[in-house]
């Protein structure tokens, strides 16, 4: 790994690359195997489909491939690699370093476990490695929630799906955008809210997640803008967890921000934990909902319980339309709905 030496220089957000398995799983497809209809998700959570198949390392390799793509440097640049993921292939070993492998990177490559905040607190830990001298590092979110999510179980089957988001995150000599302020927080004594056992399917208390989400994001929404020196007026994007709709409604309404000045995905992506928020953050950049000079707000929450917001001055890819979107193949029966509960 080479390195400069530490820098008060800005982040660059040098190319971004997004990915989702071939298989579309409508709701109504969903109400063949279990009592729910398309109307009925739809109104509860805002998704219409999720996407099902593909492994956590496939969909990050794939959307880190169109990062690098699109940020044009040598990949040899590329000091760290953090994969914010959920669902890991094994236990043990952590994924990143297959995925380093399998892009032909020799450098430190680890995991961040903080679930569906897991972006938000890579790009913290990934600006600080930047601050220190690294030039570039390569974040990731993927996961392939269908490994936890009984999709005969109607309390979470409806909610979640798989995809991977990723980006460049460059050093700035000009510091023409930075990392503001940000705010990382968890509190265990949520844990039993929503969690999955090893060999197990998730367990959720939807209400009570709903009832914590909307707290915390609050919370850090205000502790990252206090930190920045910014008020909710000073925002112009912000780009919240895909968990469902109502929970940013109901947020939005005490915190002030628009659904006009949102990102949002999951209608078409359903859940897909520490995925979403680069999901959706490729798809603002490429229709050019996101440009230089913006401030941009980054918000996460999941179980844990955990919560993050990060606060940038956004400066992000020299040409952002050629933000690329990759459709992984699925191998075998595409119409098939995969992650049926396993054998406990």
């Given amino acids: 790994m080479t390195a400069s030496a530490p820098t008060s220089a800005g982040l660059r957000f040098a190319g971004i690359g997004t990915a989702l398995p071939a298989n579309v799983v409508t709701n109504d497809k969903l109400s063949e195997q279990m009592d729910t209809s398309d109307e009925w998700i739809r109104e509860r959570t805002g998704i219409g489909s999720r ?6 390392s496939e969909l990050a390799i794939a959307a880190a491939r169109a990062a690098i793509e699109q940020s044009g440097i040598d990949q040899a640049t590329i000091s760290q690699v953090i994969l914010a993921t959920t669902t890991p292939d094994y236990i043990m070993p952590g994924t990143a370093p297959a995925v380093a492998h399998a892009l032909g990177l020799e450098c430190g490559a680890f995991d961040v476990q903080a679930v ?69 927080g968890s ?128 400066h992000g890819p020299s040409d952002p339309a050629t933000t690329q979107h990759i459709e992984v193949p699925v191998a075998g029966d595409t119409a098939k709905i995969t992650g049926a509960a396993p054998a406990s």
């Fill in 51 to 56: 996407r099902l198949g593909s492994t956590t």
């Fill in 116 to 184: 569906c905040s897991g972006w938000v607190y890579g790009m913290v830990v990934a600006n600080g490695m930047l601050l220190q001298g690294l030039d570039n590092v390569l974040l990731i979110g993927a996961d392939a929630m269908e490994q936890i999510t009984d999709y005969t179980d109607r309390g979470t089957g409806i909610l979640f799906g798989n995809g991977a988001g990723a980006a460049i995150l460059q050093r700035n000599p000009s510091a023409s955008g930075e990392l503001l302020g940000w705010d990382l």
């Fill in 187 to 314: 509190n265990g004594k949520h844990v039993h809210i929503l969690y999955s056992e090893h060999g197990k399917t998730m367990s959720m208390d939807g209400k009570e997640v709903f009832r914590q989400a909307v707290t915390v994001m609050q919370r850090s929404t205000r502790a990252a803008l206090d930190m920045a020196g910014l008020d909710i007026d000073d925002v112009d994007f912000v780009i919240p967890h895909q968990a469902n709709v109502r929970i940013v409604e109901a947020a939005w309404k005490r915190l002030g921000f628009s659904m006009d000045q949102t990102g949002l995905v999951l209608d078409h992506t359903g859940n897909t934990s520490s995925a979403s928020i680069p999901l959706a953050l490729g798809e603002a950049v490429a229709d050019g909902r996101i440009t230089d000079g913006k401030i941009v707000l980054f918000l996460g929450f999941g179980a844990g319980m955990t919560w993050g917001a990060n606060v940038l001055r956004w």
